[in-house]
């Protein structure tokens, strides 16, 4: 998986654009800097949809089992550049689906 973009340890809050068409949620991946540490994840289940949907919770637990920190990482995908590309984009789907007649 990758890591999270300009991932900064106090930070609770992630936003990942991803590209137009993304249709699976990407996988992360997760350490801890204490290897004495644990961490547990709630991973998004859907790239669209409603904000618990798209969004991987990351919750670390402190050496004292005790001190938690919870991290969220919302999954949005972009929107298409205009409607005369996404247009485009159609005409050659049905294009080639025809050539396949």
């Known amino acids: ?5 300009g991932f900064v340890p106090l930070r609770s809050s992630y936003r990942i654009e991803l590209p137009y068409g993304t ?3 990407p996988a992360l991946s997760f ?11 709630e991973r ?10 798209r969004t991987t919770t990351i919750t670390v ?5 005790t001190s938690t920190f919870v991290y969220n990482v919302e ?4 929107k298409p550049k205009s409607k005369k590309t996404f247009k485009y984009m ?5 294009i080639f689906h025809n050539n396949l007649l």
Do not use: H
Not at 31 to 41: E, G, I, R, V
Not at 61 to 65: K, L, S
Not at 90 to 94: A, D, G, S, T, Y
């Open 90 to 94: 159609i005409k050659i789907v049905i």
């Open 23 to 25: 249709m699976q949620v």
């Open 75 to 78: 999954f949005f995908v972009e």
């Open 61 to 65: 637990t402190a050496e004292d089992d």
């Open 31 to 41: 350490f801890t800097q204490d290897l004495n540490a644990s961490y547990s994840t």
């Open 1 to 5: 998986g990758d890591t999270i973009p």
């Open 44 to 53: 998004a289940t859907r790239v669209e949809g409603s904000l618990q949907d």
